[in-house]
T-cell receptor, first 113, second 114 residues
Framework: AQSVTQPDIHITVSEGASLELRCNYSYGATPYLFWYVQSPGQGLQLLLKYFSGDTLVQGIKGFEAEFKRSQSSFNLRKPSVHWSDAAEYFCAVGSYNTDKLIFGTGTRLQVFP | DTAVSQTPKYLVTQMGNDKSIKCEQNLGHDTMYWYKQDSKKFLKIMFSYNNKELIINETVPNRFSPKSPDKAHLNLHINSLELGDSAVYFC?????????????FGDGTRLSIL
């Protein structure tokens, strides 16, 4: 079955600390992987995506993610978190032959000053 | 300029009523979507349209009827609202149906059923 798992429902970090949000997927075809961010009261915004090639991808707002095929993972990282990064983060999986995305259940990030 | 706009932002109504949510995108995209986000933040696709043609219908009850008068608009009409319909509904669009296209989301419509 196709699925995305985000094991951490809620993460709290101090401003300036490093961040890693986990994402594992189960998908039959070659996956296209995405990270989206949702700020309170707003829609989702694309942070970054991976299709092929270099397994470390850079996104907006200083985020990066690394695709590890052997671990079926696509974890999101940021070296130094800012208070404005507090939001809900969603990992999603799709494929070249469909525009249908399967989303994880999200990780809520809280940032303390 | 708002890329994907939904109206209304909030909708509070009673069980059994019929309501509509409107969505418009000014990005020139061919494909539009409706998603439902439940109280646990789980986001699931309901429908997709490509150039006014229904492409994806994810076994949504037929009380939900999307309508696309042109490729810039995708409205969602819901008949006989039930308590379980309470959720946030997101409209989104992408340039084409091709896999991997980024989807651009509206800010959502929070539907509350009394």
């Amino acid at each position: 079955a196709q699925s995305v798992t985000q094991p951490d429902i809620h993460i709290t970090v101090s401003e300036g600390a490093s961040l890693e949000l986990r994402c594992n997927y189960s998908y039959g075809a070659t996956p296209y992987l995405f990270w989206y961010v949702q700020s309170p009261g707003q829609g989702l915004q694309l942070l970054l995506k991976y299709f092929s090639g270099d397994t470390l991808v850079q996104g907006i707002k200083g985020f990066e993610a690394e695709f590890k095929r052997s671990q079926s993972s696509f974890n999101l990282r940021k070296p130094s978190v800012h208070w404005s990064d507090a939001a809900e983060y969603f990992c999603a999986v799709g494929s070249y032959n469909t525009d249908k995305l399967i989303f994880g259940t999200g990780t809520r990030l809280q940032v303390f000053p | 300029d708002t890329a994907v706009s939904q109206t209304p932002k909030y909708l509070v109504t009673q069980m059994g009523n019929d309501k509509s949510i409107k969505c418009e995108q000014n990005l020139g995209h061919d494909t539009m979507y409706w998603y439902k986000q439940d109280s646990k933040k789980f986001l699931k696709i309901m429908f997709s349209y490509n150039n006014k043609e229904l492409i994806i219908n994810e076994t949504v009850p037929n009380r939900f009827s999307p309508k696309s008068p042109d490729k810039a608009h995708l409205n969602l009409h819901i008949n006989s609202l039930e308590l379980g319909d309470s959720a946030v509904y997101f409209c989104a669009s992408s340039l084409t149906r091709q896999g991997g296209q980024p989807q651009h989301f509206g800010d959502g419509t929070r539907l509350s059923i009394l």
